[in-house]
């Protein structure tokens, strides 16, 4: 399935990067990129270009079975929060889970492990 993804997309012009294979960007001449990130079932689209990502979501709709579930909120155990002054990424969750699963949540703080 990633072999026929990475045809699609480089067919319409993304290049995969070199040091990490799951990601594709495409540079336009005004400055502009379109790029994602894809990891197992799950791929991060952004960029600064919105037509052309526009158009990439209608390209892997039309080639693949693809749900698009708007904004990014969460994603490999990050929490993405939106603001008016940029993006904020918190690992809050994934902590809470990872004291909750250890049974380690009511433990107290300490200044050094």
Known sequence: M???LTKVVKQDGFAQCQTDH???????VN??????????DDIV???DNYDQINHLKNLLAK???VK???QLKYFLGMEIAWTKNGI?????KYTLDLLQETGMLGCKAAKLP
């Open 31 to 40: 400055g502009k990129i379109a790029l994602f990130i894809v990891y197992v």
């Open 22 to 28: 799951i990601m594709f960007a495409k540079h336009f």
């Open 68 to 70: 698009d579930q708007g």
């Open 45 to 47: 689209i952004t960029g």
């Open 88 to 92: 904020f990424v918190s690992q809050r």
């Open 2 to 4: 990633f072999d026929r």
């Open 63 to 65: 080639e693949f079975e």
